[in-house]
C-alpha cells in the first residue's frame, strides 16, 4: 500500500507560483512513475505532468514553460512547480503513482486545492 501526501496548495494572485510537493510512503519510490492531475469544479480530473522512474517528464500544453515536474529519490517526494499561474490553473491538484506493475496510476493522494486570483 502506498500513502501519498500532498502539501503546498493555497491562494496566490494571478502571475504568481506555488510548489507543491507529494511524500510518499514507500522505499520503492524510485521505480514509481508520479503524476500530478487536477479536477476543476465540474470538470474532469486530467493529468497536468508526469515523470518517469528514469526521469522523462510529459506536460499537458495548457502548463508547458510554466510548470516543472521533479522528483527527490531520497526523500521519496515529487514536487511540481507552478509558475506564472492563471485563474484557470484553479482546481484540486492530485498527486498520484503508478507502480511498477501497474497499467495506470493506482495510487492517489488526498489532493490539496490551488486557487489563483485574477
Known amino acids: 500500500q502506498v500513502q501519498l501526501v500532498e502539501s503546498g496548495g493555497g491562494l496566490v494572485q494571478a502571475g504568481g507560483s506555488l510548489r507543491l510537493s507529494c511524500a510518499a510512503s514507500?522505499?520503492?519510490?524510485?521505480?514509481?512513475?508520479m503524476g500530478w492531475f487536477r479536477q476543476a469544479p465540474g470538470k474532469e480530473r486530467v493529468l497536468v505532468a508526469q515523470?518517469?522512474?528514469?526521469?522523462?517528464?510529459d506536460y499537458a500544453n495548457s502548463v508547458k514553460g510554466r510548470f516543472t515536474i521533479s522528483r527527490d529519490n531520497a526523500e521519496n517526494t515529487v514536487y511540481l512547480q507552478m509558475n506564472s499561474l492563471q485563474p484557470e490553473d484553479t482546481a484540486v491538484y492530485y498527486c498520484?503513482?503508478?507502480?511498477?506493475?501497474?497499467?495506470?496510476?493506482?495510487?492517489w493522494g488526498q489532493g490539496t486545492q490551488v486557487t489563483v486570483s485574477s
Open positions: 498520484a503513482a503508478q507502480t511498477w506493475t501497474a497499467s495506470n496510476y493506482n495510487y
Open positions: 514507500q522505499r520503492t519510490f524510485s521505480t514509481y512513475a
Open positions: 515523470i518517469r522512474s528514469g526521469g522523462s517528464t
